[in-house]
């Protein structure tokens, strides 16, 4: 195990993992950028291209429904209530578009709205929505961006809130990727919308008095791997081609796909099921830490016992590449700690990379009382560190 000291106050235990080395990579796939991402961790298992901006067309609803989820956390709206349209969603209602029939003065719910943004991906209920939530769209396009920086997402841009095409606005695979990560892991309901297979609708309907009827834009993947892909969302304009973020639980843990430019939905769908046997044939998850149990023992300065025992509140399992670089466990110790410390006080934390990916980081903790060395003792170490030193640049 490699020890070194950064600070004066800061010390980083590096351990090596052994895996056998090598690298995993995707064969070809004619898309004009793609990512494979670990839900839990981030870690990266797969991509191309994945820090272009390009046109996300649909896939910016991804950001809406952040936006209304984190409205309705907040109280500042309910499912149940009902939302007046404005003039505004007619722009969003282009032939062969995806619409709700909204006109303005029409009444629908949230949960109407939201399950029509979902589903069908319906532009107009998309606007609706921003509206009631913004007072118009132009301030929640300024809402997503904010939002967007916060999050760390480096190469997006927004225009509106339906993803229509529109110069400016873009996002890059790897930012939809996270958006979807956060949105996925804060508001873990939105799986309960976006798995809807199809949907009619409870109070609008069309022109005639009817009620519409709407089929997911990804009904074929969610019905042929049902209670495997359960989400996320698609999207299609002429200049973004086929696009989609689609979420499954593969070798037991949730992974984010994204395909940006595919040229047909059955290419699409194809190139979901092809990462997703490589995902199986790739990788496995490998617990690296286990509740309760030690993962090192460190130095903590005017303790009674030279090292103590540190862990984690929880299990750590990784989605490790079964052909891959070492997975390297670090150890960082907070600025300032010394003993005397209680059982369970946080020390710190670890840090897990796979080759030079930083994947996964948790605090870490004391597994024992940690008492405090007597003075006799703290007096005697202290000269024993003199002359260490001394001896270090003499020699």
Request: glycine share 6%; with cysteine; net charge negative.
């Amino acid at each position: 195990m490699k020890k070194m000291f950064t600070s004066l106050f800061l010390l980083i235990f590096s351990m090596i993992i052994l895996l056998p080395t090598g690298s995993v990579t995707a064969q070809e796939f004619n898309l004009r950028s793609y990512i494979v991402m670990d839900a839990q961790t981030g870690y990266v298992m797969y991509e191309k291209n994945a820090d272009i901006p390009l046109p996300p067309a649909s896939i910016t609803k991804a950001m809406t429904m952040y936006l209304i989820f984190e409205a309705l956390e907040k109280g500042q709206i309910t499912l149940d209530e009902k939302v007046t349209a404005g003039p505004r969603v007619k722009t969003a209602q282009t032939p062969g578009a995806q619409t709700l029939f909204l006109e303005p003065g029409h009444q629908v719910s949230v949960r109407e709205l939201l399950t029509t943004i979902a589903v069908p991906s319906a532009n107009d209920a998309a606007v609706a929505m921003a509206e009631r939530i913004a007072g118009s769209e132009m301030q929640f396009v300024a809402m997503m961006n904010d939002k967007a920086r916060e999050l760390g997402l480096t190469n997006t841009l927004f225009q509106n809130s339906h993803g229509l095409d529109t110069p400016n606005h873009y996002m890059s695979a790897r930012d939809i990727a996270i958006l979807s990560q956060r949105l996925i892991n804060d508001f873990p309901q939105v799986l309960e919308f976006s798995s809807i297979e199809t949907y009619r609708t409870q109070e609008q309907t069309n022109h005639w008095g009817e009620t519409l009827f709407y089929e997911s834009t990804f009904r074929t993947l969610l019905r042929k791997h049902k209670g495997i892909i359960d989400g996320l969302k698609t999207g299609y304009t002429e200049e973004a081609g086929r696009c989609i973020t689609a979420t499954a639980i593969i070798n037991g843990r949730r992974v984010i796909i994204v395909l940006m430019g595919a040229e047909s939905v059955s290419q699409r769908d194809n190139y979901i099921e092809q990462f997703m046997t490589k995902i199986v044939t790739d990788f496995r998850s490998v617990n690296v830490a286990q509740k309760g149990n030690p993962i090192e023992e460190i130095p903590i300065p005017r303790a009674k016992n030279k090292l103590v025992q540190v862990g984690t509140l929880n299990d750590v399992n990784l989605m490790v590449p079964n052909v891959n670089p070492d997975v390297i466990q670090q150890i960082v110790i907070n600025e300032g700690v010394r003993a005397p410390l209680n059982k369970g006080d946080e020390v710190g934390k670890v840090i897990y990379y796979i080759g030079e990916q930083l994947v996964y980081e948790t605090a870490i903790y004391t597994l024992e009382d940690v008492p405090q060395a007597n003075i006799i003792v703290r007096f005697f170490r202290g000269i024993g560190n003199l002359f260490s030193k001394l001896f270090n640049l003499i020699f």
